[in-house]
């Protein structure tokens, strides 16, 4: 069974910084594309940030583009997203996903998810 289970949401003031963590398993982790992606009340579900099998190949949505960065751990089945100078407008729950295939814009073609994690920057 496929598990993606993410943490590091938590409550942050704006210019603040999160570290939110993936952890996956019950797939061979270094064979699929992981991305970050979330999702605000009454907003679409919005790409982030993705990145490839390893590591080489990333994408970051312009809003994030130059305070997020992602990264993945293959020998520890871990994807990461550093978030920094953190925005009110980036306050959404924020999920992980994989799929073996990589979309280089991040379009949420992704077959594994997991259940999310709270992310709310107060002003």
């Given at each position: 069974?496929?598990?993606l289970?993410?943490?590091?949401?938590g409550?942050?003031?704006?210019?603040?910084?999160?570290?939110?963590s993936?952890?996956?398993?019950?797939l061979?982790?270094g064979?699929y594309?992981?991305?970050?992606?979330?999702?605000a009340?009454?907003?679409?579900r919005?790409?982030?940030?993705?990145?490839?099998?390893?590591g080489?190949?990333t994408?970051y949505s312009?809003?994030?583009?130059?305070?997020f960065?992602?990264?993945?751990?293959?020998?520890?089945?871990?994807l990461?997203?550093?978030?920094?100078?953190l925005?009110?407008?980036?306050?959404a729950?924020?999920?992980?996903a994989?799929?073996?295939?990589?979309?280089p814009?991040?379009?949420g073609?992704f077959?594994?998810?997991?259940?999310?994690?709270?992310v709310?920057?107060?002003?």
């Amino acid at each position: 069974v496929v598990h993606l289970v993410e943490s590091g949401g938590g409550l942050v003031q704006a210019g603040g910084s999160l570290t939110l963590s993936c952890t996956v398993s019950g797939l061979t982790f270094g064979g699929y594309a992981m991305g970050w992606f979330r999702q605000a009340p009454g907003k679409e579900r919005e790409g982030v940030s993705c990145i490839s099998w390893t590591g080489g190949s990333t994408y970051y949505s312009d809003s994030v583009k130059g305070r997020f960065t992602i990264s993945r751990d293959n020998a520890k089945n871990m994807l990461y997203l550093q978030m920094n100078s953190l925005k009110p407008e980036d306050t959404a729950v924020y999920y992980c996903a994989a799929d073996v295939a990589y979309d280089p814009a991040c379009r949420g073609r992704f077959g594994y998810w997991g259940q999310g994690t709270q992310v709310t920057v107060t002003s």
